[in-house]
């Protein structure tokens, strides 16, 4: 990220290969590691996770809070949220700072996405996504896929049956997306030009929870007992389910699909799911949450204050207690250090072709030795041969790149490896080559800057105009 207003490319990394990665990560996440990075690794780290436990307890509580109109079952939602097993996964073993640098902003979503069905405000929502999509973009997907059937089932809500709701409710959704899209276009905008590329990602294993499940050797009797609770929780959910404000019906049914997917997860011929499948999961255990919290405080509602705070407490400790001697029993790989001694063992053909050209340089296909220097997105090649030679570069073909050979604009191809190939002078050859957004990488940056401060205005607008309209004696 050194130099990334200049350039997407950074030569001093991934190989000297001109990763595009930059391109295709979202800012939020790597400008987050690197804080860590620079500071010092384990202790920067330790003082960043402790930074974003507290903003996912914080967000936790106050959209919850927003939402339920209850304290107690805000705390409650907010304990589990932030100590769930769930999210200590994504920090110790899955490893990638998205995947719970996201959790901050999926209450702020599923909030906004309350106020935007009862017509109240969609400025929240629009940050929500905005943030998710700089984040970790298939948990935005993710997210907008769960918000489908909310929209169709505000039909059964009795304050939508009128046509001036869904009106107003169609013209929020246009503000939304469009607003959305231009905050993002500097993310999908470049994307968008190299899907003529082919791009595989890396597809995540995820769990097969039957084959799980018959891990655990149940016999017979220990089956029936276990479906004798599923039952039984079954029922205790209708019954939560009839007794519930509309948003929280929504939520459970919610849950009926989500779990399908994540049980019997879709393969599709054109695109990799795993993704997907993840980020429903993720998604599936805040709904759980809101659940149970829901549960429990219909359970103590009548009970006194202190047996509240006291449930309250126990849960902390709990969780807590449970994610520490989980910590203690974890031998998980320094993702770190391997990253750095083998990029392949993490990334195939990870959005670009950076690894096929292995730093080898190619002499009419032959390996060769060369000297060349490189500084950000600057790289410099000296090579010598009396003879005019197809000089084929270890660096991926981008269309941003300004080749020179011994000071002139020299034609280049693309090799079979797809990396950048160019035939040399007789003699000394020197080659530069300088990256730079194109035409699409600078007005993509330029409208999402613009994008953003027409957001921040509006939302400044709209938040003045609702004090104004509170009196002066409420």
């Known amino acids: 990220m050194g130099n990334i207003f200049t350039s997407p490319i950074n030569f001093n990394y991934w190989n000297h290969s001109g990763s595009q990665i930059n391109l295709f990560s979202p800012w939020l996440t790597i400008l987050s590691g690197w804080i860590f990075v620079n500071i010092n690794v384990p202790y920067g780290f330790t003082i960043y996770l402790a930074i974003i436990t507290f903003l996912t ?21 907010s304990v589990i949220y932030t100590f769930s097993l769930n999210r200590f996964n994504l920090v110790f073993q899955n490893q990638r700072l998205e995947n719970y640098l996201v959790l901050i902003f999926l209450p702020m979503i599923y909030f906004g996405a309350y106020q935007l069905f009862n017509n109240r405000d969609w400025h929240i929502l629009t940050w929500g996504l905005v943030l998710a999509i700089w984040t970790a973009p298939y948990i935005a997907l993710a997210v907008v896929i769960t918000l489908v059937p909310m929209f169709f089932a505000m039909i059964f809500k009795r304050t939508s049956h009128h046509w001036q709701y869904w009106g107003m409710l169609c013209l929020n959704i246009v503000k939304l997306m469009s607003i959305t899209l231009i905050t993002t276009v500097g ?34 009797l220990q089956r029936y007992l276990l479906l004798s609770i599923v039952i039984l929780l079954g029922l205790l959910l209708i019954i939560i389910f009839l007794k519930s404000k509309f948003s929280y019906k929504i939520l459970l049914l919610e849950t009926l699909p989500l779990t399908a997917a994540i049980l019997f997860p879709i393969k599709l011929q054109f695109a990799d799911a795993s993704r997907l499948v993840f980020a429903f999961q993720i998604i599936l255990e805040i709904f759980l949450i809101i659940i149970v919290s829901r549960i429990a405080i219909l359970i103590c509602q009548e009970m006194p204050s202190i047996l509240k705070l006291l449930l309250v407490a126990i849960a902390t400790i709990g969780f807590s207690s449970l994610v520490y001697s989980q910590s203690t029993q974890l ?45 950000a997105n600057d790289y410099w090649i000296q090579y010598y041969n009396p003879k005019s030679v197809i000089l084929d570069l270890p660096i991926q073909k981008y269309s941003g790149y300004k080749i020179q050979l011994n000071n002139e604009n020299v034609k280049t191809s693309i090799s079979k490896r797809g990396t950048i190939q160019l035939r040399t002078h007789p003699g000394k050859s020197i080659v530069e080559i300088h990256t730079q957004y194109d035409w699409l990488g600078i007005g993509s940056l330029l409208l999402n ?19 104004k309209k509170i009196p002066k004696n409420s």
Do not use: R
Request: glycine residues 4%.
């Open 57 to 77: 307890f914080v967000s936790a509580y106050y959209f919850m809070n927003k939402f339920s109109k209850d304290t107690l079952e805000s705390l409650l939602f």
């Open 187 to 220: 993310y999908w905008g470049p994307l968008v030009k190299q899907s003529s590329n082919k791009m595989v990602q890396d597809p995540i294993k995820n769990v097969d929870y039957f084959k799980w499940f018959d891990q655990f050797n149940f016999s017979q």
């Open 331 to 375: 031998h998980a790989p320094k993702t770190i250090a391997m990253a750095n001694a083998k990029y392949e063992k993490f990334v195939v053909d990870y959005h670009d072709k950076a690894t096929n050209g292995k730093n080898q340089f190619l002499v009419n296909g032959q390996k060769t030795s060369v000297s060349f220097y490189t500084k």
């Open 449 to 467: 800057l613009l994008g953003i401060m027409y957001l921040v205005y509006l939302s400044i607008k709209d938040l003045s105009w609702k004090k």
